[in-house]
DNA sequence: CCGACAACCTGTGAGC
DNA sequence: TGCTCACAGGTTGTCG
């Protein structure tokens, strides 16, 4: 599910309900995800109060406060949301976590795949190795067509999977990069070295204006994704080529193909991207 | 360094 | 109706 604009969405919405709360009750019904649950979580949390929440590429950041401040490192993985659930509202089934706060209210995490992982670091947060390579935020000015240019010299891999590089880029996955690519007219076959410094400043600019429009909107939900109030995104409507393969293409009417790179399905228009 | 590929896990939809 | 198979929003590790 979570690409860039679902995390932000996710963060927005749960972001009143669970800054300046104090955890009284964590309840791990599944401690087995992409990351262990940490054993010492549940003593970590209880008691502590949260901070104003961040987001670092897909990843949600969580600051815990008090004598063992730290940060919880959440990602969703292909298929986690988390959403505020009242008190007494019974969880379903690959509903995680819990963290109960002091007002009733309750972040609750659900995870069919368990591709997901809550983790907890206490130091820096830049130090996690996980965080430390990774590229610029997209909708940041240190990402723009000239980086896209210069790291892709000399490169055969396909721009798509290329523009879904986390060193490259963050937050780009293969639902956007698709969109992308077809708002700035580029065969997402095409090796990433041969791409020219003009169609990469169109396409940074694509990027940046697809996922923040898709942020307006709340992201996409395509099964079960819900924002942190339990809504559904409804950028889906919006989509261009990604999951329309077989359909008609909406600027020129040809029919959208579906090829596979770098293990991702990928639709796009044969006409419109060159 | 680069790129291809498998792996992690469950649910769903297509096809038979 | 029911079975099997391929595939799904992401990331990491391994191998050549």
Excluded at 2 to 15: D, F, H, K, Q, S
Excluded at 51 to 71: C, F, H, I, Q, S
Excluded at 145 to 165: H, N, Q, T, W
Excluded at 206 to 217: G, H, N, P, R, S
Aim: hydrophobic share 40%; proline share 6%; net charge positive.
């Amino acid at each position: 599910m979570p690409e860039l604009p679902e995390v932000e969405t996710t963060r927005r919405g749960i972001a009143p309900h669970v800054e300046g709360r104090e955890v009284v009750e964590v309840v791990v019904r599944q401690p087995r995800l992409r990351v262990p649950v940490p054993a010492d979580l549940v003593d970590r949390l209880v008691g502590a109060r949260l901070g104003p929440l961040g987001r670092r590429a897909k990843y949600l950041l969580v600051p815990v406060e008090g004598d063992e401040p730290g940060t919880l490192l959440w990602h969703l993985g292909m298929s986690g949301s988390l959403r505020i659930a009242r008190l007494g509202e019974l969880p379903r089934k690959h509903d995680h976590l819990d963290l109960v706060l002091d007002d009733g209210g309750i972040l609750r995490y659900h995870d069919p795949r368990r591709f997901g992982f809550v983790d907890w670091l206490a130091g820096s947060v830049e130090a996690d190795r996980r965080l430390a390579r990774l590229g610029p935020e997209p909708l940041s000015e240190s990402f723009d067509g000239e980086r896209l240019y210069r790291l892709s010299r000399g490169r055969r891999l396909a721009v798509k999977p290329f523009v879904m590089d986390s060193a490259v880029v963050v937050g780009v996955g293969n639902i956007y990069a698709a969109e992308a690519l077809f708002l700035a007219g580029i065969d997402p076959r095409r090796s990433a070295g041969r791409v020219s410094l003009a169609r990469y400043l169109r396409l940074a600019a694509a990027v940046k204006e697809v996922l923040a429009a898709a942020i307006t909107q709340g992201g996409t939900t395509l099964r079960d994704f819900v924002g942190g109030t339990g809504e559904p995104g409804y950028f889906k409507q919006r989509l261009n080529v990604y999951g329309r393969h077989g359909e008609a293409c909406r600027r020129c009417g040809g029919e959208l193909r579906l090829v596979t790179l770098g293990q991702r399905a990928s639709v796009f228009c044969t006409r419109c991207q060159t």
